[in-house]
């Protein structure tokens, strides 16, 4: 977990966002997952909610706002982690699975 949330930092957004710990969380959720695709809106959104007492729409909006933080603030990390040249900002689910994926990959 701390290897995310140093992601997270690099890229740009701090623990100021509450949107800092669902990616977080959501990150983690997805490399658990392995190979068992989620769906954003049904199962990490309504679990992140529940988790932090909050609803699924302010989750999804909270991080949206990392994301935009993070493409504002440091694209040619976010190209980095993505693997290739980003040509527009991701969303959240595009989002979570390039910092899963790049986890992963740093991992074996």
């Not at 959720?29 to 049904?42: F, N, R, Y």
């Not at 932090?52 to 980095?80: G, L, Q, Y």
């Not at 040249?85 to 699975?97: G, V």
Request: net charge positive; hydrophobic share 35%; proline share 4%.
């Amino acid at each position: 977990m701390k290897e995310v949330y140093r992601i997270i930092r690099k890229l740009g957004a701090t623990s100021k966002y509450k949107g800092y710990h669902y990616v977080a969380e959501a990150v983690k959720i997805s490399m658990e997952a392995g190979d068992v695709p989620l769906k954003i809106t049904k199962d990490i959104y309504p679990h992140l909610a529940k988790k932090f007492k909050s609803t699924p729409m302010n989750v999804e909006h909270d991080i949206r706002t990392v994301v935009n933080v993070c493409w504002n603030t440091n694209r040619k990390a976010m190209d980095e982690i993505a693997g290739y040249q980003l040509y527009y900002r991701p969303t959240n689910s595009e989002f979570i699975d390039m910092l899963a994926y790049y986890l992963n990959q740093m991992e074996q």
